[in-house]
């Protein structure tokens, strides 16, 4: 049988699946250049998955707009990452979304984290400028994460766009956010996974790299295969130092996919994207007591921020008038 004959009836979803040839790399770094995206990644020789993201340009425009400090940028960009990663969960490319909500003890306070399946993400912590605590592992200063999130719960809330949002929490195990996303997944979705995250803030602050990864054994993968990816998970560089040097996700998946043939199955352009606008916002000013407007409307006006981006929308006293007419006529 001829290699056209044999593959006749191959569903689509196989057709589509590439090789990671050296063509398919230079394709991919022309097209995305260096914004950020993410590939997953499957091997030919056994049921292996990987989700490589490279969140870099995200994570500083979260900064930008949040203000950080640089403990506060590390672990807001972690928990954007963390996000994206963990929309392995939902159908590619689809509407669902999923909330990552890290509710800690520590200085930082509540940190928020959603994004769709199509890679848009947003979110926020608590206290933006919290002072950045600081340790040493192996004689390199590093900032301590764990410090500033403390110990509490992790939840992810998925939403399939029907029903009731699925939503579930675990302990915090470190507080590093990585290590808590892969106990989560093993604790609440039965997936045994390794996940690595990183967020490279640089002297003046700005992030210098940052991304991820999530690799799991799928059903059916052999011994001999797991041990393998952990054995290439453990010798892996942190994947920020990577993504500062150069490395681009599909290399990522290369390293870690080392003795297997990686085949890409999906690519996501993943940006920092919120949903707010001043429609919304809108939505907010018009469900106050009648009361509170008519205080608003003699204070000349109201500014209402959106939580999840910074935004600022600024409603007149004009405006103000506008919709509590609108109220009015809508009460009646
Ligand atoms: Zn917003």
């Not at 500083?60 to 506060?72: F, V």
């Not at 393998?228 to 560089?237: S, T």
């Not at 009648?290 to 003699?298: A, G």
């Not at 939580?307 to 809508?330: A, D, T």
Request: with cysteine; net charge neutral.
């Amino acid at each position: 049988m001829d290699k056209k004959e044999k593959n006749v009836g191959v569903p689509d979803r196989e057709k589509l699946m590439k090789k990671l040839t050296e063509e398919v790399k230079s394709d991919l770094k022309s097209y995305f250049q260096d914004r950020d995206y993410g590939v997953i990644a499957v091997t030919e020789e056994d049921a292996l998955r990987a989700f490589v993201v490279k969140t870099t340009n995200l994570c500083d425009i979260a900064r930008l707009r949040h203000k950080t400090s640089p403990i506060a940028t590390a672990v807001l960009g972690r928990a954007l990452t963390g996000a994206l990663l963990l929309t392995s969960l939902l159908k590619h490319a689809s509407d669902q979304r999923l909330l990552l909500r890290i509710e800690g003890d520590g200085p930082i306070g509540l940190v928020v984290a959603e994004a769709n399946a199509k890679g848009n993400v947003r979110g926020f912590v608590k206290n933006p400028q919290v002072e950045t605590f600081v340790k040493e592992v192996n004689g390199k200063k590093k900032f301590d994460i764990g410090r500033a999130v403390g110990s509490g719960f992790l939840t992810v809330v998925k939403d399939f766009g029907f029903g009731t949002p699925y939503e579930s929490s675990v302990p915090l195990v470190s507080g590093e956010i990585a290590e808590d996303i892969a106990y989560y997944l093993l604790k609440s979705e039965q997936i045994p996974s390794a996940v690595s995250i990183g967020v490279l803030v640089g002297e003046t602050g700005k992030v210098e790299a940052a991304g991820g990864f999530l690799v799991q054994p799928l059903p059916g993968a052999s011994d001999k295969a797991i041990e393998k990816l952990e054995e290439n998970v453990k010798k892996l560089p942190p994947v920020s130092a990577l993504i500062k040097e150069g490395k681009r996700p599909e290399e990522i998946v290369e390293l870690l996919f080392e003795g297997f043939t990686p085949h890409i199955l999906a690519l996501k352009e993943l940006s920092f994207k919120c949903k707010c606008s001043k429609e919304v916002a809108k939505g907010g000013v018009i469900a106050l007591p009648e009361k509170d407007l008519k205080e608003l409307i003699e204070e000349g006006g109201v500014t209402i921020r959106c939580n999840f981006c910074n935004e600022e929308y600024f409603f007149s006293r004009e405006e103000l008038e506008e919709i509590l007419k609108e109220k009015k006529s809508g009460d009646n």
